[in-house]
Nanobody, 120 residues
Framework: QVQLVESGGGLVQAGGSLRLSCAAS????????MGWFRQAPGKEREFVAA????????YYADSVKGRFTFSRNNAKNSVYLQMNSLKPEDTAVYYC?????????????WGQGTQVTVSS
C-alpha cells in the first residue's frame, strides 16, 4: 500500500530554517504530484506547496512564496521542503500528500504529519 513518511520537523526560532523530508513507497513516484499541506491548531488544513512528477513545475501558497522551496529526488522516492525565514505563523503540523494531478481534491494519499513550531 502507499506510505508517505515525513520527517524533519522541530522547534526553531523565528528567522530560522528547517528542511522537511517525505519518503514515499507503494506508488509510481514520478507519476505523482506531491504536495505539502499544513494545519495549525484551530484552523483548517491549508495548501503550502506542490511539485509536478518531473519536478519541473512548482506551486506555492502566497504566504510561503520566496521563503519555501519544494524539490524532489525521484531516484530516492523523496521530496523535500526547505523552509527559510520561518515565522511564528508557520507553526503547524505539516503533511506530505500525493495526487495523480494537481487538484486539491485529488490528494488521496497522506502522511502522518510532522510538527513544526516557530518561536518568536
Amino acid at each position: 500500500q502507499v506510505q508517505l513518511v515525513e520527517s524533519g520537523g522541530g522547534l526553531v526560532q523565528a528567522g530560522g530554517s528547517l528542511r522537511l523530508s517525505c519518503a514515499a513507497s507503494g506508488l509510481t513516484f514520478s507519476s505523482y504530484y506531491m504536495g505539502w499541506f499544513r494545519q495549525a491548531p484551530g484552523k483548517e488544513r491549508e495548501f503550502v506547496a506542490a511539485i509536478s512528477g518531473s519536478g519541473v513545475s512548482t506551486y506555492y501558497a502566497d504566504s510561503v512564496k520566496g521563503r519555501f522551496t519544494f524539490s524532489r529526488n525521484n531516484a530516492k522516492n523523496s521530496v523535500y521542503l526547505q523552509m527559510n525565514s520561518l515565522k511564528p505563523e508557520d507553526t503547524a503540523v505539516y503533511y506530505c500528500a500525493a495526487a495523480p494531478r494537481h487538484r486539491i481534491k485529488d490528494y488521496d494519499y497522506w502522511g502522518q504529519g510532522t510538527q513544526v513550531t516557530v518561536s518568536s
